[in-house]
């Protein structure tokens, strides 16, 4: 046995033993023999994954890498039940070893855009979210404490009455804003937290600092969370940060286990990372065949790239990490875990999402020069120039001609400018829309 395959099976015996307090509470996931097929028109179904079998425990972090269109979104998905219809899934994803459903609240997914209401602050734009996703046995003054403490977390209290902006007001930076996000996602204390490409377009220091972050949150409050994420290519400090590395290429496993040891097993199959080098560059740069024809006409002696992935992946699948890897999975499925996790949990009330997105939807009106205070200045000049040119028209048979000419002008004009307000209300729309879809996906197994 190499001392690779030691240190994964140590590893993944001393982490077979949780804690009995920690178990209770905690949201296991693994997946067997995962395959993902989408329909491709008139061309058929294609392949997206590829019997793919790992798992993800409480109090750790999973990254999910590999090279564009590998398939770390799709996967992603379909961890987090988000598959589009168009979509095929064989193989199920358990939770603590059964197919089951979990209360609205226990899972969270922060996707890679960031959608938020440009005009609020920090503190209004999570507030509101708390009042909109806790339930109504909390009083105010503790959705706000929790709002509060949730932001604090985030390391975001100096900008708390900072507008968030956007394209017409300069406000937060980029990864203040991707902060913002994770905050409003973990509002609801999640066991089960999915990321897509949390630091896609920060720079190396505030992505460091969010994955630091988001580190964490795998046990923050006594509570034991399990996180899974995509990312594109972290640096070594970041990478410092993984428990367990998923490597994807071209939809099949490259290897799954330790972060650390993922080097040593690169280096076992022929393939070492330069020194000082980055670990994950080296990584991709070895499984990633987009570009690899062209790197081997250049060099002569170099090995084609599919053939060096095709050598890894049979590697990984012949090895004892992989039989490991499917012990465990069997081992979680076995066991009795998360017998008491929580059935019901509930948003706002009706009336009371009503109420809150009433308000601030006015906030966001009074606020937007551009869509609501410019158009009533229009308006109000609109006014006066009809008022001068159809004043005193008289009774005749010509001003009836001319008043039915008003009145349609009039509908016309106001029908287009209503059609400027579009773009707030779309705004809006999105941010409410992930909230009701991360409702509808609450119960994705």
């Not at 105010?140 to 968030?164: C, W």
């Amino acid at each position: 046995m190499t001392s690779l395959e030691m240190e994964t099976t140590d590893i993944n015996l001393v982490q077979t033993h949780i804690p009995k307090e920690d178990v209770d509470d905690a949201v296991f996931l693994s997946w067997k023999d995962l395959w993902v097929t989408v329909r491709d028109g008139r061309h058929g179904s294609r392949s997206i994954l590829q019997g793919l079998t790992a798992y993800a425990q409480p109090g750790e972090l999973l990254a999910i890498m590999g090279p564009s269109g590998c398939g770390k979104s799709t996967l992603l998905d379909a961890l987090a039940g988000r598959l589009n219809s168009n979509t095929i899934q064989v193989r199920e994803v358990l939770i603590n070893g059964h197919k089951q459903a979990l209360a609205y609240g226990t899972t969270a997914y922060v996707t890679q855009d960031d959608n938020l209401v440009a005009t609020l602050t920090v503190r209004e734009a999570v507030y509101y979210s708390a009042q909109l996703q806790l339930p109504d046995s909390m009083s105010n003054s503790e959705k706000k404490e929790r709002a509060e403490r949730t932001i604090r977390e985030m390391g975001l209290q100096d900008a708390m009455n900072t507008r968030i902006g956007g394209w017409g007001a300069k406000g937060l930076s980029g990864g203040q804003k991707r902060r913002v996000s994770i905050c409003i996602e973990i509002l609801t204390h999640p066991k089960l937290l999915f990321l897509d490409e949390p630091t896609s377009g920060l720079d190396s220091a505030a992505s460091y600092y969010i994955m630091s972050r988001i580190a964490s949150l795998g046990r923050n409050d006594g509570i034991r969370r399990t996180i899974i994420f995509s990312i594109h290519q972290p640096s070594s400090e970041v990478f410092q940060l993984f428990n367990n590395l998923c490597l994807l290429s071209s939809g099949k496993m490259v290897y799954f286990g330790p972060a650390s040891a993922a080097n040593e097993f690169f280096t076992l199959n022929g393939f070492p990372c330069p020194t000082y080098q980055n670990h994950s560059d080296h990584f991709l740069k070895t499984i990633n065949k987009d570009f690899g024809r062209d790197l081997e006409q250049g060099m002569s002696d170099a090995t084609p790239t599919e053939e060096v992935i095709n050598t890894l992946i049979q590697s990984y699948t012949s090895s004892e990490t992989y039989q490991e890897v499917r012990k465990k999975v069997a081992e979680i499925n076995k066991e009795d875990y998360g017998a008491t996790l929580e059935k019901k949990r509930s948003h706002a009330s009706f009336l009371n999402q009503f109420l809150v997105l009433t308000r601030r939807s006015f906030v966001n009106m009074y606020r937007d020069i551009g869509y609501y205070r410019l158009r009533l200045f229009v308006y109000v000049g609109l006014a006066f120039g009809l008022a001068t040119i159809y004043y005193d028209l008289g009774s005749s048979y010509g001003s009836i001609q001319a008043r039915g000419s008003l009145l349609m002008f009039r509908s016309t004009f106001l029908t287009f400018m209503a059609i400027g307000g579009f773009p707030s209300f779309v705004e809006e729309m999105k941010v409410i829309f992930l909230f009701y879809k991360d409702y509808l996906h609450s119960n994705f197994v």
